[in-house]
Every structure is written in C-alpha cells, then in structure tokens.
C-alpha cells in the first residue's frame, strides 16, 4: 500500500512536471558575413596585437545570454562557447547552433533575448582579461526549434570585440609593488 501512494505521488509530480517543462530554442552565430569584423587581439600586445585570434592559441569565446531585450551586462549566463573557424582566423564557425533548453514560447512566436560574447583562457603565454573582452550587448530573436520550418536568426555582430592581454610589464609593475608594500610593511 505505501509503494503504490508513493508511486501516485511520483507519477502525480512527475505528470506536473511535464506540463510545465521548457522547450528548447536556438540562433546561429557566425562573423562570416557582411559586415565582415573579425575577433581581433588588442593592438598594443607585443607580437600579436592587431592579428585575428586563431583557432587552437588558448582563446576561449564564450557566448553569454539572458531573456529579454537591452539586459544589463550583470543579468548574463554563460550559454555556451563559440568555436573560431580553423580555416578563417578571427571568424567563429559559420554553422554552430546555439541552445537554449530552458525557453518558453507562446505559438512559435520569437523571444528577444541579449547576447555578448565574453573572451576568457591566455594568448601569447598570458592570461586573457576577461574583464576588458566583451563584445557589445546585442538584441536577437531567439525561435523554438519545433517551429517548422526552423527560423534560426543569425546573430553576426562582433564589431567592438577586442581581445585583450594585459602586458608582461604590468604584472612586473605590479610584482614590485607588492614587494614594495611587503618591504615597508615589514619595517613597521
């Protein structure tokens, strides 16, 4: 008797469940086409600044998204990560789909969602910052992948997408002054 309430209860929850699930939903994101503005390290970077960020160098480009349209920066979760085309350097792969399993739409219709791309890992044997690297805040529909035939936009803006690498420089600049901070702290 108490397995069978038990299996009620689940079969009841899980039933419950169901009915309020999320569909799944999707956008292309590609920088292979007009305008083309590819993903470019910063220019001041010794030896690669100014050059179109490669596939296999240690760069991460990461794509982070949120529901609705003009999102703060702050609201975004990390959605997944775009792969740079190994044929065309600064390009993300032309096909990649992009998910979105937890997206509730009413009828097929679209849903506005933000988008950034986010830069993360290192390049030229230092770590990228991850703060400076962020593409613009761009507004996409976002359609469910049941609807028939699927209308996935192409989000293709990455003008404002810089790479950046802080110095070699800065973190000795910054390694001395913690030395020095240490040394006076001592004195003390």
Avoid: H
């Amino acid at each position: 008797m108490k397995r069978t309430v038990a299996l009620t209860i689940l079969g009841l929850g899980v039933a419950a469940t169901a009915s309020t699930a999320f569909g799944q939903a999707a956008f292309l994101f590609s920088n292979y086409a007009s305008p083309y503005v590819p993903i470019v390290y910063d220019a001041s970077v010794p030896g690669i600044g100014g050059t179109e960020v490669g596939a296999g160098e240690g760069v991460t480009i990461e794509v982070w998204w949120a529901p609705g349209a003009d999102q703060p920066a702050g609201s975004l979760v990390l959605g997944d990560v775009a792969e740079i085309s190994p044929l065309f350097a600064g390009y993300t792969r032309p096909t990649q789909l992009f998910t979105i399993a937890d997206f509730s739409t009413v009828g097929g219709s679209p849903t506005t969602y933000t988008v950034q791309l986010r830069a993360s890992g290192t390049a030229g044997g230092q770590a990228v910052d991850s703060t400076s690297s962020r593409g613009p805040l761009v507004n996409t529909p976002v359609y469910a992948q049941d609807v028939s035939p699927p209308e996935v936009p192409l989000l293709t803006r990455t003008d404002g997408f810089t790479v950046f690498v802080p110095e070699p420089s800065t973190f000795a600049l910054a390694g001395l002054g913690a030395a020095a901070l240490m040394i006076f702290r001592r004195r003390d």
